[in-house]
C-alpha cells in the first residue's frame, strides 16, 4: 500500500525565529510522499494564491496543520489562510466538497506546561476545547479530525525531548 499523500501547511509568522515549529517541518521534509509548504511566506498583505493553495489541497489527502498556538488559538497567518483558502463552492456549500474525505492533522506547540491546559489549570480549558473551533471547521468541510499531536511547556523542552517528539511527528506521517 503506499504512503498518504500528505501536505504539511506550516503555519509561522516568523519561522527564522522558531525552534518548535521549525524543527518538526524539518523532520519530514524529506518523505517522499510530504510536501511541506510555508504559508508565511504569502504574497504581498497576508494576500495568498488562493488558486494555488487549493490545488495544493486538491492534490493530498491528508492536511496538516503546523502551528504555535498563538493567544488560545491559530496565528494570525493561519487564520488569514484558512478565510481566504476554504471558500464557499470549495470547502463547504452545495459544490463544496473538495475537502471530503481528507484527514485534516493538527499540529501545535503551546508556551503553557500540560497541567495548565485542565479545568482545574492556569489556562481553565483542555486543549481539545479549545480547538472546537478547528474541529467544527473540519466537520463542516467534510475532513476527519485526526488526534491532535501537541508538545506542552514548548519554552522549557530540552533538546532530548524535543528530538523524541519530532521523531513521532515523523513516524506519525509516515505511512
Ligand atoms: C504571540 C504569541 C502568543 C502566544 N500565545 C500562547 C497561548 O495562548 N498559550 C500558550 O500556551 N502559549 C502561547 N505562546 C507560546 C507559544 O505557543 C510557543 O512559544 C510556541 O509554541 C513555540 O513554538 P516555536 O518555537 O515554533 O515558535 C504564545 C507565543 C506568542 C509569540
Do not use: C
Not at 504569502?42 to 493530498?60: I, K, Y
Not at 492556569?122 to 485526526?146: C, E, I, S, Y
Amino acid at each position: 500500500m503506499s504512503a498518504t499523500r500528505t501536505l504539511v501547511v506550516v503555519a509561522h509568522p516568523d519561522l527564522a525565529t522558531s525552534r518548535i515549529t521549525a524543527r518538526l517541518a524539518d523532520a519530514v521534509g524529506d518523505l517522499e510522499h510530504v510536501t511541506v509548504h510555508d504559508i508565511a511566506a504569502a504574497g504581498p498583505g497576508g494576500r495568498v494564491d488562493v488558486a494555488r493553495e487549493q490545488q495544493l489541497l486538491r492534490d493530498h489527502d491528508r492536511i496538516v496543520w503546523l502551528f504555535p498556538w498563538h493567544w488560545y488559538s491559530v496565528p494570525g497567518v493561519l487564520k488569514s489562510w484558512i478565510d481566504q483558502v476554504l471558500t464557499y463552492g470549495f470547502a463547504y456549500g452545495a459544490d463544496g466538497t473538495a475537502l471530503h474525505g481528507k484527514t485534516l492533522q493538527l499540529v501545535t506547540s503551546t508556551g503553557g506546561p500540560a497541567d495548565s491546559y485542565a479545568a482545574d489549570g492556569f489556562n481553565r480549558f483542555t486543549l481539545a476545547q479549545l480547538l472546537t473551533p478547528l474541529d467544527a471547521t473540519a466537520h463542516l468541510t467534510g475532513m476527519r479530525l485526526a488526534e491532535p499531536f501537541a508538545l506542552f511547556g514548548a519554552r522549557t523542552v530540552s533538546d532530548e525531548d524535543l528530538s523524541v517528539h519530532a521523531k513521532t511527528f515523523r513516524a506519525l506521517l509516515e505511512d
